[in-house]
């Protein structure tokens, strides 16, 4: 059985940063496509950035140029590192995977099978 562990959320001031981690089991990065998601209370779940097999990347124009995503196949790890934090990325973050190497619709939540948890992200002012 698959298994993603989300770890690395907390509290920060606006400005700031925090690097989120997905610790994965049951399989390997190199044969999924993997995903960050957030959801803010009263919202609905939306997709934050997406890596394929590949490497490729893409972002929710949100949070472009502040976000960054990245895996490390080694250690089954995806990172997402975040800069320039705002109050509205105030959320729990979720990690996820799709069964399939390449993105398929990166940002929507139907595509992606695994999940892990949640962890909580608060920016304030």
């Known amino acids: 059985q698959v298994e993603l562990v989300e770890s690395g959320g907390g509290s920060v001031q606006a400005g700031g940063s925090l690097k989120l981690s997905c610790a994965a089991s049951g399989y390997t990065y190199s044969r999924n496509c993997m995903g960050w998601f957030r959801q803010a209370t009263g919202k609905e779940r939306e997709g934050v950035a997406s890596?394929?097999?590949?490497?490729?990347?893409t972002y929710a124009a949100s949070v472009k140029g502040r976000f960054t995503i990245s895996h490390d196949i080694g250690t089954n790890t995806m990172y997402l590192q975040m800069t320039s934090l705002k109050p509205e990325d105030t959320a729990m973050y979720y990690c996820?995977?799709?069964?399939?190497?390449?993105?398929?619709?990166?940002?929507?939540?139907?595509?992606?099978?695994?999940w892990g948890q949640g962890t909580h992200v608060t920016v304030s002012s």
């Open positions: 996820a995977a799709q069964a399939r190497q390449y993105c398929l619709r990166a940002y929507s939540p139907a595509q992606y099978i695994y």
């Open positions: 890596i394929d097999t590949g490497g490729g990347t």
